[in-house]
């Protein structure tokens, strides 16, 4: 019995085309993936579904009726919920108050009452919460399983779930889909948002996949294949690059020194950080978003000065340089924000000039022939999909990011600071970024990931180092790495065991 039927539904954002007359069929008591890359319409197609937006074309059935969805409360009156990676929770009030909140038919809520419902509602559907325990006190993996029981104690048979592993660590992704599986045997239908291939084939029954905005196709999970997927997603069956195993190279070119800093609210956010990089390594630094990899980023690009500690590359005292003279001593910097890393309204020659202008200056005046030379020779180099002349705010992410790295890395630097490098990026971009990391280890640069994608960090670090609320916590060799160990570091429960690389 079908619980979801969407027919030809199309959207358009202007010119762009987001869903273009996709079909897509959800059973009762399935997980179904929506697999695709970054904008291949995945979310866009759920949130037609949630009222979010209007379809332009198509037709949406639930239950084999014909359904006019025109805001959330008519997906939730339909028994249709979804959470998205950023939960809709009051930090403030309690689990069991946020989720009652605006389903009493009264403005009153009565604490001992929404307890014991929400206590009943839990065990019901076998999710594990303290309805008590104020939000704010909660992991990542425990608002998420909030806003899920939300969904379900309004009545919801029907589950979107848009990315929600993106913010989780491994033992939370393991506890989700634990709670997934007891939902689906209870009746309850999944949409499943993701990307990660190797989540879908642990956690779903049919997948289909999305590529611009058009359906490539629907399969069992059981008739295919990671390989296979990725051929669907991306045209090609094998992507992904990993680093080669080899001797590091020696020599120390990066030194960071009892560091420490606050963040913007004037908070410890980095405390008595020491990592050294040498050359030709990558060392990853592996956390939950919000633990002090932001402020270290910006302390290593000049951007924000630290309260104590030192920073040296080779021999030169960095510590409190400002952008320029980072750059000036050899160090490539990708932001972790790509858009704060360019100017939209600069052409791309301009932002590929932008931290070098004074090498273009010709009797005093910009040479904006040599600016243009420049870029064609990088846009070519990094493929680049663009002119000199377009503004950097009509690219993709993907290109912004190409010109963001051809910027950095085309003056071979001695060590690259790469902050959420292929955050928000689709596979193949994805698989580029990583690819121009390894070269820079190749050719014996020091290389410092921070990510918050711990297969990225697996993927290419030689060392993994695990930050958690501003600290080290753990310094590992990556062939020695265990999820299982990390996942224990990056959510605190391992804190002060430190094992030395």
């Known amino acids: 019995m079908h619980a979801i039927q969407m027919r030809g539904i199309t959207k358009r954002f202007g010119p762009v085309i987001a869903n273009n007359h996709i079909d897509f069929d959800l059973m009762r008591g399935e997980i179904h993936a929506l697999l695709g890359e970054n904008g291949a319409g995945k979310t866009t ?5 949630y009222g979010l937006y209007h379809a332009d074309e198509g037709e949406v059935r ?18 249709i919920g979804m959470v998205t990676q950023h939960f809709a929770l009051v930090p403030t009030l309690s689990v069991a108050e946020n989720v009652v909140l605006g389903y009493t038919g009264s403005f009153r809520v009565n604490p001992q009452v929404a307890r014991q419902k929400v206590a009943e509602a839990a065990a019901r559907f076998g999710v594990e919460v ?13 608002r998420q399983r909030v ?5 379900l104690y309004r009545n919801a048979r029907v589950l979107i779930l848009d990315e929600p592993t993106a913010v989780l660590v491994p033992q939370e992704v393991d506890m989700l889909f634990q709670t997934l599986e007891r939902l689906r045997q209870d009746g309850l239908s999944v949409i499943f948002i993701s990307h990660k291939l190797y989540e879908v084939m642990t956690v779903c029954d049919r997948i289909t996949v999305l590529r611009d905005g058009h359906v490539v196709g629907t399969v069992d999970k059981a008739a295919t294949s990671q390989a296979e997927l990725a051929r669907m997603m991306v045209g090609r069956e094998t992507f992904g690059v990993a680093r080669q195993e080899r001797k590091p190279q020696g020599e120390v070119l990066l030194r960071i020194e009892n560091l420490s800093a606050v963040d913007e609210k004037g ?19 592996a956390g939950v978003s919000g633990n002090g990899q932001t402020e270290l980023s910006h302390v290593l690009a000049g951007t924000l000065k630290p309260t104590g500690g030192r920073v040296l590359v080779g021999d030169r005292d960095l510590t409190l340089a400002d952008p320029a003279q980072v750059s000036g001593m050899g160090v490539g910097r990708i932001p972790e924000d790509r858009h704060e890393g360019a100017i939209g309204e600069l052409n791309v020659a301009e932002n590929l000039a932008l931290e070098y202008l004074g090498e273009f200056i010709t009797a005093g005046m910009l040479d904006h022939q040599r600016i243009r030379r420049h870029a064609e020779q990088l846009i070519a180099e990094y493929q680049i999909k663009a002119s000199p002349t377009d503004r950097m705010r009509t690219l993709s992410g993907g290109n912004i990011q190409k010109v963001i790295l051809a910027r950095a890395l085309s003056r071979n630097p001695q060590v690259v600071i790469a902050s959420q490098p292929t955050r928000g990026l689709d596979v193949g971009a994805t698989e580029y970024v990583r690819s121009k990391l390894l070269e820079q280890r190749s050719r014996g640069a020091a290389v410092l990931l921070l990510s918050e994608d711990l297969d990225e960090v697996l993927a290419l670090s030689d060392r993994i180092a695990v930050i958690y609320e501003g600290r080290i916590v753990g310094l590992i060799p990556a062939k020695e790495a265990d999820l299982e160990q990390l996942g224990l570091m990056m959510s605190g429960a391992r804190e002060g065991i430190r094992v030395e690389a």
Do not use: F, T, W
């Not at 639930?62 to 028994?79: E, F």
């Not at 303290?130 to 425990?142: D, I, W």
């Open 62 to 79: 639930v239950n084999g009726q014909v359904a006019h969805v025109a805001a959330p409360k008519d997906a939730i009156q339909l028994g």
């Open 130 to 142: 303290n309805p008590s325990a104020l939000v704010r006190h909660l992991s990542v993996g425990e």
């Open 147 to 151: 806003e899920i029981l939300k969904a």
């Open 267 to 285: 908070l410890p956010a980095i405390k008595g950080v020491s990592l050294e990089v040498g050359a030709g390594e990558i060392l990853g630094v």
């Open 45 to 49: 197609l759920m949130r037609i579904l």
